[in-house]
């Protein structure tokens, strides 16, 4: 991937030769170029803002030196051109792999109080914002959304540490510890420290949607801020076989009183005789 950031401050861009996109730079997975607009100025004191029109605050970046900079960089618009302003749409992990599947990207910084409106008409796919707030310039939001994308193009990270990061499926990240198992008093999870991967996964699971419900409520639904209730496990019904000792307290003797089983009859119904059997032998053991 190729990314082009047109800027009055092309100095400011240095942390993105730093660490993890240094050494993808290196290897070849992408291309970031800055590219200074006044260098594309005609004025002779390479000026490239003025006053607007109607009046009001401030400074406005003129048109000819961005119409040449863009020109000279992307002639042929091979690049989805984006202008960083506080007007465009925010900028969200949604967007990330779509823009990292793009070959070429152009990053447009304004400054000051903007670029001229006919900038934007002539030469610019879309507008974006990395949140509703308001900077100095575009230089911020274009390393953001440069680190944020560059990290999805393939090479440049193991996948898997792209998997189970916070927003991927609209969660938070679960919380990770590391070396020494104890520290100022608080230890690691044990479970975590168990061996057992269904466990930890089932426990990260978790302790990521109670995060999302805790710091980020707005990335869940209804159904999912709530726990479902437990389970019912169903109640246990005693067999037959079970309740057929019982039965016998209820058989007489032939006077009207009631007789305790004797420990034959209570063997013999465990082992699956009727009551008419245990009847017969309480009676036969009475007449002998």
Known sequence: MRIDILTLFPEMFTPLSESILKRAQSAGYIDIRTHN?????????????????????????????????????????????????????????????????????????????????????LFIDEELSIGDYVL?????????????????????????????????????????????????????????????????????????????????????TEEEMVDPPPVQKPKKRRSKKAQAPLAAENVTNGTGENSAPSQGEVDSFSQGENSTCAVEKTQDTQQK
């Open 37 to 121: 607009i006044r260098d594309y100025s005609e004025d002779k004191h390479k000026k490239c803002d003025d006053y607007p029109f109607g009046g009001g605050a401030g400074m406005l970046m003129t048109p000819q030196p961005i119409a040449s900079a863009i020109a000279a960089v992307d002639p042929k618009h091979e690049a989805h051109r984006i202008y960083l302003s506080p007007k465009g749409k925010v900028f969200s992990q949604s967007m990330v792999k779509a823009y990292a599947e793009k070959p070429r990207l152009l990053f447009l910084c304004g400054h000051y109080e903007g670029v001229d409106q006919r900038v934007i008409d």
């Open 136 to 220: 100095t310039g575009g230089e911020l939001p274009a390393m953001v959304i440069t680190d944020a994308v560059c990290r999805y193009v393939e090479g440049v990270l193991n996948q898997d540490s792209l998997t189970a990061e916070s927003h991927t499926n609209r969660r938070l990240e679960y919380p990770q510890y590391t070396r020494p198992q104890e520290f100022m008093g608080l230890s690691v999870p044990e479970i975590l420290l168990s061996g057992d991967h269904a466990k930890v996964d089932e426990w990260r699971a978790r302790q990521s949607l109670l995060l999302t419900r805790a710091l980020r409520p707005d990335l869940l």
